[in-house]
């Protein structure tokens, strides 16, 4: 493996600088974590009247996964649509569905500069996949969602063209800079290292706010320990080449059940991600490096299936949390205090959801979102 440094493609150094906070402070809301899912919390409860808000991240805007992922805006959750009508029954998926599909309208709205609509590919990398492709198909055709049998450069399976893709720190530093404009105080460096109803507890004083909101998916075990038995964190990680003309991949593509994925940028850089399996025991873990045996698996695999010679400009990785039952934890914990995460490698779209009914619970009492994503 070159010795490239753990950036991800998306990275231009132009971080939106944030103050860290050095003392105590006192708002209404306090949101940990500045990824997608905290600023789409942020943004719910400025439109919600907040009276004030404050925001931390250990680190800055989308430093952990919001800003070092596949950028795919995808329908549906973690589950594939037919696998969440058997787990949660028909009425509740295709409510779950239907909400991400308007939440990836949504984040377009938001940041149209940031977002491309785009279709993606699910392909089938054995016989089997293929009909698991089919039977995902006919359930979301028979629920009313788009969805077409596909065969291609890139394999045979299924189209949705209702997906997305996205800029994710793109997205992210704007929506930053609107919820600070709009008076939200956003800290960077900033780390919370105790959370409890009412008090985030950070390295140098403590922050008191009616309703504390966690926004954080990978370690969210390390800083909620009560959580330890419900979400594992894992690595993911992926790659980037310079611009591959040797190809071209109008939709982004996931593949072997989703292990697998990439897209193309319009300037033909190729961002490949997965290969999380063929490590499966080592990759369980909250060191967010690339390691040596996926990064080879995926610069083999970019090589030989996806047939990409261009040089590779970016290696990296980050920290995600997996659930047992693929289902997204979205806890209310009491007293104001209220966590999500453990989106399983997909949490653009339902990180977004759930920062906004957490936002909606503590503002209005009531979130139809929370509600069909609460056991
Ligand atoms: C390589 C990779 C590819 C992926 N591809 C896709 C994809 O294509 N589509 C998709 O939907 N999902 C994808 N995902 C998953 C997706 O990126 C995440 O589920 C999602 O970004 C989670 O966003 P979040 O805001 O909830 O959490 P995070 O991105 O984890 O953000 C949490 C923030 O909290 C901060 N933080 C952590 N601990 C503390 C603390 N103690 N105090 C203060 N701040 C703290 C972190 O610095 C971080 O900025 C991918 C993930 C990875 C790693």
Redesign the pocket.
């Known amino acids: 493996m070159t010795a490239l440094p753990d950036r991800p493609r998306w990275d231009d150094h132009d971080d939106l600088p944030l103050p860290s906070l050095d003392g105590d402070a006192t708002a209404e809301v306090c949101v940990?974590?500045?990824?997608?899912?905290?600023?789409s919390c942020i943004r719910e409860a400025l439109d919600l009247g907040a009276a004030s808000v404050i925001g931390?991240?250990?680190?800055?805007?989308?430093?952990?996964?919001?800003?070092?992922?596949?950028?795919?805006?995808?329908s549906g959750t973690a589950e594939y649509h037919h696998d969440l009508v058997r787990s949660v029954g028909r009425e509740r998926a295709v409510a779950i569905t239907r909400m991400t599909n308007e939440q990836i309208r949504r984040i377009a709205d938001e940041v149209p500069e940031a977002v491309r609509f785009t279709g993606s590919l699910r392909i089938a990398a054995s016989p089997e996949e293929l009909e698991d492709c089919a039977a995902q198909r006919a359930q979301m055709v028979a629920d009313g969602f788009a969805c077409e049998s596909y065969a291609g450069p890139e394999g045979r399976g299924i189209l949705i063209p209702g997906d997305a893709v996205m800029h994710?720190i793109r997205r992210c530093r704007t929506l930053a800079a609107r919820a600070m404009a709009r008076g939200a105080r956003l800290f960077g460096r900033?780390?919370?290292?105790g959370i409890a109803p009412g008090a985030v507890r950070?390295e140098h004083g403590t922050i008191r706010a009616r309703h504390v909101i966690v926004?954080?998916?990978?370690?969210l075990e390390?800083?909620v320990p009560e959580l330890a038995g419900e979400v594992r964190t894992a690595?993911?990680?992926?790659l980037a080449t310079a611009p591959a003309p040797e190809v071209s991949f109008p939709h982004?593509v996931s593949l072997r059940f989703g292990y697998d994925?990439w897209q193309q940028l319009p300037d033909g850089c190729v961002l490949f991600?997965g290969g999380r399996d063929k490590a499966i025991d080592a990759e369980w873990t909250a060191i967010s490096t690339p390691s040596e045996v996926v990064q080879e698996y995926l610069t083999h695999t970019l090589r030989t299936t996806l047939g990409v010679h261009a040089p590779i400009t970016h290696r990296?990785?980050?920290?995600?949390a997996y659930t047992e039952n693929h289902r997204p934890l979205f806890r209310d914990l009491g007293d104001g205090l209220q966590v999500?995460?453990g989106?399983c490698?997909?949490?653009?779209?339902?990180?977004a959801l759930l920062?906004r009914a957490a936002a909606q619970r503590a503002f209005t009492g009531r979130s139809v979102i929370a509600d069909l994503f609460t056991e």
């Open positions: 940990v974590g500045l990824g997608g899912t905290g600023l931390i991240d250990a680190v800055g805007v989308a430093a952990g996964a919001a800003g070092r992922n596949g950028g795919l805006l995808l994710p900033t780390r919370a290292t950070t926004c954080v998916d990978g370690r390390l800083l690595r993911l990680q992926m982004p994925y991600g990296w990785g980050a920290a995600v999500m995460g989106y490698g997909t949490g653009n779209v339902v990180g920062g």
